[in-house]
């Protein structure tokens, strides 16, 4: 992995301008959403999508960021700083750097600090959530695929 690699949301970039390190990455695949119908008569189900194109649900992006400041202050600080900055993402697009061709359009969901006691700065992980549409789309043709 790309260790400048990161996230941007609304022009700022994880790394570029917090100087954020990606310590780990998850994007969830979206899960299809199901349609069984059981028909009078019918054994088992019938399955809407075999005849209507499929759709899905959300899918989940988490980033978890590593930080290592001076002093707590510090610290304190660009948490509130980067919660601040995810929090502005509403609908908004979100490009990974491990995703080049790509972005997705997400929402903020939650962020969670885990101090670090082992470091020998101060420290530790901060994780941010987002909620994204299914699909991720091409940054060129702002085509959507799952």
Known sequence: MNTKAGIMINDL???DDFGLYIADR????????TNFVSLPYMNGYYDFGAIIKPYYSSRTLTYTFDIMEDDEVTVEALKNEIISWAQTAVESKIYDDEDPD?????????????SDDNLPEYGGKMTLTFT???YR??????EGVI
């Open 26 to 33: 998850n994007v969830s695949p979206p899960e299809r959403v």
């Open 13 to 15: 970039h994880s790394y």
């Open 132 to 134: 994204a549409q299914p």
């Open 102 to 114: 790509y972005y997705f359009i997400g929402s903020y969901t939650s962020a969670q600090f885990t």
């Open 137 to 142: 789309y091409n940054r060129e043709t702002d």
